[in-house]
């Protein structure tokens, strides 16, 4: 599956955004992938921040994001969301979309727990 982040751009610190993440090009249906969001700061290691189940049924959130910024997913569409509220500086990076093929396995928060990767859309957060 292909993978395109948009929705990046400069915000001011306390404002919003919502990125979003198109799915294509897989033979299974988007309903088959658990989907999430990574990012990586300037010079510093990529995180994770948030996954939403296939079905769309649960989430999980790093603690750093937790209750200002929501994931959401239209499997209609084949895409997911990325709300982000109350933004900070600290929250300037480059994020990711990525996805897994389902599994009843805990949804994954580790780089190794998802196979395709979009190519990132940048945030920057203006103090």
């Known amino acids: 599956v292909q993978l395109q982040a948009s929705g990046g751009g400069l915000v001011q610190a306390g404002g919003s955004l919502r990125l979003f993440c198109a799915a294509s090009?897989?033979?299974?249906?988007?309903?088959?992938?658990?989907m999430g969001w990574f990012r990586q700061a300037p010079g510093k290691e990529r995180e994770f921040v948030t996954v939403?189940?296939?079905?769309?049924?649960?989430?999980f959130y790093a603690d750093s994001v937790k209750d200002r910024f929501t994931i959401s997913r239209d499997n209609a569409k084949n895409t997911v969301a990325l709300q982000m509220n109350s933004l900070k500086p600290e929250d300037t990076a480059v994020y990711y979309c990525?996805?897994?093929?389902?599994?009843?396995?805990?949804?994954?928060?580790?780089?190794?727990?998802?196979?395709?990767w979009g190519q990132g859309t940048l945030v920057t957060v203006s103090s």
């Open positions: 939403i189940r296939s079905s769309g049924a649960s989430t």
């Open positions: 090009g897989s033979g299974r249906t988007f309903r088959s992938y658990d």
């Open positions: 990525v996805a897994r093929l389902r599994t009843p396995r805990a949804l994954g928060y580790r780089e190794y727990d998802y196979d395709y």
